[in-house]
């Protein structure tokens, strides 16, 4: 434990105690009875005013801290908190909230970012960064140890939603609206799936099947020399001369030979591993070294030696499984079906939708069928064919994806080979993510559903499903795919609505110096309109751009006697303007608000560009009145229409 961490004096507040006045929340330790154990809990609240703290011991009460690390801005949540757990009746629950309320807390105070707890953009920061977080570890293969459930991230979220309502006095809706919501649920969650790996990283790892599949055909089929070599878009190349690559022992003795030929691609010297552990002399233990490298060395001549060693039939037992996988990803058929695809001719033949592998497998109700893959994937499975060969050694089975057994013999691959092989990628390849079978059928389902146009008859027929399977299981995107398409289909969206409004890209706006009493000032800028002329369009701008009118002052912008001032309080004014707008976003059909409102915010930031290219320095400006209108110090007239919009329900 760090010298910095003390044993603070605590006050210990009995839960059950109302009438008590908290003076110092950062002393403050919570009492609540330990549910059906004997004896009292302790919550230490006050230790979350300090961004420092080490482990609690059961010998104490409270956990020490930095004292140093007292951050003011935490007093207020700590009150509340409080406040608020002391009001609960279910000590159990009690206990719970407040572990993930820490969670929370504990990463905030890991982070390189400062978030300040009594600063409103800064909470809702560390919430969009938290869910963040949260939904990358619920997309995490769990080789890390660092996967969770959706329901664990549901719960940490809600959490974390509350002790940003709580430091900022926003509500609930404004909190959600923030980031990405996660249900407790998948069934919830009916427009994205927040588990399936996005098209990019289900690629790199299909990448690495193949990759696995080449190298072992090149070891077991023609012969080659060990290691194999592991490439992957995501790791470093890694050598394959044992399975058992770094391992915890390996890892932590102070000389392992095993430890350093994952980097390299030929068998090393004993000189050369003497240079790298840096060994000189002839002392015992450097000879109990040497017999290590020996002992090493002679495993790696007889596997090489050896066609047949048992580490060539492990090899080849893993590719059966990485060809598995990667068959399952070119033809996206169910598991079950896979495992237990039976052949007869093993030839690849043509079909209507490209090539079909003359395999077929029963299903309910005598139901046939034929997984079929592109000819890109052709070269792929005839090598595995080959491979299958070699692993059969003579003897038959109609299985396409064969396990030899010693025991057992030769049976179907099951879930402890999928899992051993998921192991070894873990280990030599630790940033390449895991793709399970049912990942690898719902992006294919999901491709198919794209290229089809969304025709479910087609790609039901496709995958041998009926469409209610499909819609339910297989037809919704990753969340990093689904975000890039909508994303897409937003901009595109919102290009139409600004193309339609005018004919040239860039109009230009005319910038004063200073204020003139014959000028009218407007609530989005000034008015050089002469007495006897009417509002018009300015030159560039479309008839299906807002109409000008005296009436409207949003419609300003797009009239030709437009113009503003370079100064702050007219930035305020379209800063003001802007902000509203967003703020009905939430409420808005996105095609209406797109089409009504996007013109609008178009040409406020084509105004605010124009005035950046004047003078730099009012970027600075921009952004500085930007923050404080996000604060609540909007422009006075548009500040009675935010304040209209919040009362009548449009904006919340």
């Given at each position: 434990?760090?010298?910095n961490f003390?044993h603070r004096?605590v006050v210990?507040i009995d839960?059950k105690?109302?009438?008590?006045e908290?003076?110092h929340p950062?002393?403050?330790?919570?009492m609540?009875n330990?549910?059906?154990?004997?004896?009292k809990?302790?919550l230490?609240?006050?230790?979350?005013?300090y961004?420092?703290r080490?482990k609690?011991?059961h010998?104490k009460?409270?956990?020490p801290v930095?004292?140093s690390?007292l951050?003011?801005?935490r007093t207020p949540?700590?009150?509340?908190?409080?406040?608020q757990?002391?009001a609960g009746?279910?000590?159990?629950?009690?206990?719970k909230?407040f572990?993930?309320y820490?969670?929370?807390?504990d990463w905030?105070?890991t982070?390189?970012?400062?978030y300040?707890?009594?600063?409103?953009?800064?909470m809702?920061?560390?919430?969009?960064?938290y869910?963040?977080y949260l939904?990358?570890?619920?997309?995490s293969?769990?080789i890390?140890?660092?996967?969770i459930?959706?329901?664990t991230?549901s719960?940490y979220?809600?959490?974390a939603r509350?002790l940003?309502?709580?430091?900022?006095?926003l509500?609930e809706?404004e909190?959600?609206?923030?980031?990405t919501y996660?249900?407790?649920?998948?069934?919830?969650?009916?427009?994205?799936n927040?588990?399936?790996p996005?098209?990019?990283t289900?690629a790199?790892?299909?990448?690495?099947?193949?990759n696995?599949?080449?190298e072992a055909?090149?070891?077991?089929v023609k012969?080659?020399?060990l290691?194999?070599?592991l490439r992957?878009?995501k790791?470093e190349?890694c050598?394959?001369y044992s399975?058992?690559?770094n391992s915890?022992?390996?890892?932590?003795?102070?000389?392992?030979t095993s430890?350093?030929?994952?980097?390299?691609?030929?068998?090393p010297t004993w000189?050369e591993v003497?240079g790298?552990?840096?060994?000189m002399?002839d002392?015992?233990e450097?000879?109990?070294?040497r017999?290590?490298?020996?002992?090493?060395?002679?495993?790696h001549?007889?596997?090489?030696?050896?066609?047949?060693s048992w580490l060539?039939?492990?090899?080849?037992a893993h590719?059966?499984?990485?060809?598995?996988?990667?068959?399952i990803a070119?033809?996206g058929?169910?598991l079950k079906?896979?495992?237990n695809?039976a052949v007869?001719?093993?030839?690849?033949?043509s079909s209507?939708?490209?090539?079909?592998f003359?395999?077929?497998?029963?299903?309910a109700g005598g139901k046939t069928?034929?997984?079929?893959?592109g000819a890109?994937f052709?070269?792929?499975f005839?090598?595995y064919?080959?491979?299958r060969?070699?692993v059969?050694n003579g003897?038959?089975s109609?299985?396409?994806?064969?396990v030899?057994?010693n025991?057992?013999?030769?049976?179907?691959?099951?879930?402890?080979s999928?899992?051993?092989?998921?192991r070894?990628l873990?280990r030599a390849?630790?940033?390449?993510?895991?793709?399970t079978?049912?990942?690898w059928r719902?992006?294919?389902?999901?491709?198919?559903v794209?290229?089809?146009?969304?025709?479910?008859s087609v790609?039901?027929?496709k995958l041998?499903n009926?469409e209610a399977?499909?819609?339910q299981?297989y037809?919704r995107?990753?969340?990093?795919d689904?975000?890039?398409e909508?994303?897409?289909?937003?901009e595109a969206?919102y290009q139409?609505?600004?193309?339609?409004?005018?004919?040239?890209?860039?109009?230009p706006?005319?910038i004063?110096?200073?204020?003139?009493d014959?000028?009218?000032?407007?609530?989005?800028?000034?008015c050089?309109k002469p007495?006897?002329?009417?509002?018009?369009?300015?030159?560039g701008?479309?008839?299906?751009a807002?109409?000008?009118?005296?009436?409207?002052?949003?419609?300003?912008l797009?009239?030709?006697h437009?113009?503003?001032?370079?100064?702050?309080?007219?930035?305020?004014?379209?800063?003001?303007?802007r902000?509203l707008?967003q703020?009905?976003?939430?409420?808005?059909?996105?095609?209406?608000w797109?089409?009504k409102?996007?013109p609008?915010?178009?040409?406020?930031?084509?105004?605010?560009?124009a005035?950046?290219?004047i003078?730099a320095?009012?970027?600075?400006i921009i952004?500085?009145?930007?923050?404080?209108?996000?604060?609540?110090?909007?422009d006075?007239f548009?500040?009675i229409h935010?304040?209209?919009?919040?009362t009548?329900?449009t904006?919340?």
């Amino acid at each position: 434990m760090s010298s910095n961490f003390i044993h603070r004096q605590v006050v210990v507040i009995d839960a059950k105690d109302t009438n008590v006045e908290v003076i110092h929340p950062q002393l403050a330790v919570l009492m609540i009875n330990n549910g059906a154990d004997i004896g009292k809990r302790y919550l230490d609240i006050g230790s979350l005013c300090y961004t420092r703290r080490g482990k609690q011991l059961h010998t104490k009460i409270g956990c020490p801290v930095d004292l140093s690390s007292l951050d003011k801005s935490r007093t207020p949540f700590a009150q509340a908190l409080i406040e608020q757990l002391s009001a609960g009746d279910s000590r159990p629950v009690i206990a719970k909230d407040f572990d993930t309320y820490k969670i929370f807390v504990d990463w905030i105070d890991t982070q390189e970012s400062h978030y300040a707890f009594d600063d409103m953009q800064s909470m809702k920061q560390a919430y969009s960064d938290y869910t963040g977080y949260l939904l990358h570890r619920m997309n995490s293969s769990g080789i890390s140890g660092q996967s969770i459930k959706q329901t664990t991230a549901s719960s940490y979220q809600a959490a974390a939603r509350k002790l940003v309502i709580t430091t900022t006095d926003l509500s609930e809706p404004e909190v959600n609206s923030i980031a990405t919501y996660i249900p407790r649920r998948s069934t919830h969650a009916n427009h994205v799936n927040l588990k399936l790996p996005n098209a990019d990283t289900q690629a790199q790892t299909f990448a690495v099947l193949i990759n696995y599949i080449d190298e072992a055909h090149r070891a077991l089929v023609k012969g080659d020399a060990l290691p194999l070599h592991l490439r992957s878009p995501k790791d470093e190349l890694c050598y394959l001369y044992s399975l058992h690559l770094n391992s915890v022992k390996s890892q932590s003795a102070e000389f392992s030979t095993s430890s350093i030929l994952v980097e390299l691609p030929t068998f090393p010297t004993w000189e050369e591993v003497k240079g790298h552990f840096g060994l000189m002399g002839d002392s015992a233990e450097l000879q109990n070294m040497r017999a290590n490298y020996d002992d090493t060395r002679q495993r790696h001549e007889k596997n090489n030696n050896n066609s047949r060693s048992w580490l060539r039939i492990r090899i080849g037992a893993h590719a059966v499984v990485a060809g598995m996988l990667a068959f399952i990803a070119a033809t996206g058929c169910n598991l079950k079906v896979a495992q237990n695809l039976a052949v007869g001719t093993l030839k690849i033949v043509s079909s209507t939708q490209g090539q079909r592998f003359s395999g077929t497998k029963a299903r309910a109700g005598g139901k046939t069928v034929e997984p079929e893959f592109g000819a890109r994937f052709a070269p792929v499975f005839k090598k595995y064919l080959e491979l299958r060969t070699w692993v059969l050694n003579g003897a038959h089975s109609t299985l396409v994806f064969p396990v030899v057994s010693n025991g057992y013999g030769v049976a179907p691959v099951g879930g402890s080979s999928i899992n051993g092989f998921k192991r070894l990628l873990s280990r030599a390849l630790p940033k390449t993510i895991w793709v399970t079978p049912t990942q690898w059928r719902k992006n294919v389902s999901y491709q198919y559903v794209k290229l089809s146009g969304s025709d479910m008859s087609v790609t039901a027929e496709k995958l041998s499903n009926t469409e209610a399977t499909l819609r339910q299981s297989y037809s919704r995107p990753a969340l990093e795919d689904y975000a890039t398409e909508i994303s897409h289909f937003l901009e595109a969206q919102y290009q139409s609505a600004i193309t339609r409004t005018r004919t040239v890209e860039l109009i230009p706006v005319r910038i004063l110096d200073k204020k003139k009493d014959e000028i009218t000032t407007t609530c989005t800028g000034s008015c050089e309109k002469p007495p006897e002329s009417q509002p018009q369009h300015a030159q560039g701008f479309t008839a299906r751009a807002p109409t000008p009118s005296c009436v409207d002052p949003e419609s300003c912008l797009f009239c030709a006697h437009y113009a503003v001032h370079a100064d702050e309080e007219d930035l305020r004014r379209l800063l003001s303007l802007r902000y509203l707008i967003q703020a009905i976003k939430a409420k808005q059909p996105s095609d209406h608000w797109q089409s009504k409102f996007g013109p609008t915010v178009h040409r406020i930031d084509e105004v605010l560009s124009a005035i950046q290219d004047i003078d730099a320095s009012y970027e600075s400006i921009i952004n500085r009145v930007r923050d404080e209108i996000e604060c609540g110090a909007l422009d006075p007239f548009w500040a009675i229409h935010f304040d209209t919009l919040v009362t009548i329900g449009t904006v919340s």
